[in-house]
């Protein structure tokens, strides 16, 4: 269980990026996070693993308050907090398996990690993860040599990697073709199921997150102003998180195809089927 209270997070500036959000996220539960360009997203995301420090509040996994963790304590939370960027972190001129083992960087002594000896747990795990994300032969090909889906679905395995508890994904399908993006994120959306994992996911597209999460989170100007079900984000919600706007060719396109997210029982079954 992920809780957050009162996270607030001003800038030298005196710019306030969040405002007193507070929100739970159970195991399990995929979460989509929307918002305007500006909205908090980005910095919220950041702030439950203190890549950005908040100003005041408390980011709370299980009994643990991460906000107070010295940072020796902080290295060894990280461990359990899986990060999926959306430039996807990649070292370029490291191949796909030596990236993915770069999730195990938290675990070994300095040593295996500066020669790149990781135990062979290590490795197998990495190969079997390989082969859930679709690159099973890709291991030994340079990171540089792959395409963007291909990438993003080395930086799942290498969050993986890392046996999270809990998975922050920012903005994963913002270079990616709408073909892929519903692959990425249907992907991200399986293994959560499987490892009970709860995820929080800053999009953009108001309509995968909807096809693709369980819950809705709307920031606007660094404020919490929508917490709902996808198929609550109706007229009145994407006003109040964007503003003023015809949202009607938004919805009759959202409604083009069924939604993927519905009862847990419906859900299930649509992973059961894609497997």
Known sequence: MLTIEGLTKTYKTGDKALKNVSVSVPSGQVVGLIGPSGAGKSTLIRCINRLVEPTSGAVKMGDSDITRLSRSELRRARRRIGMIFQEYALVERLTVMENVLSGRLGYVPFWRSFTRRFPQESVDKAFALLER?????????????????????????????????????DEPTASLDPKTSRQIMRLILEICRERGLPAIINIHDVVLAQDFTQRILGLRAGELVFDGAPDALDEAALTRIYGEEDWTAMRRRSGDEEPEHHSEREMVERLEGLA
């Open 133 to 169: 994300v679709g690159l099973g032969d890709h291991a030994d090909k340079r990171a540089d040599a792959l395409s963007g889906g291909q990438r993003q679905r080395v930086g799942i395995a290498r969050a993986l990697e890392q046996d999270p508890e809990l998975l922050l994904v």
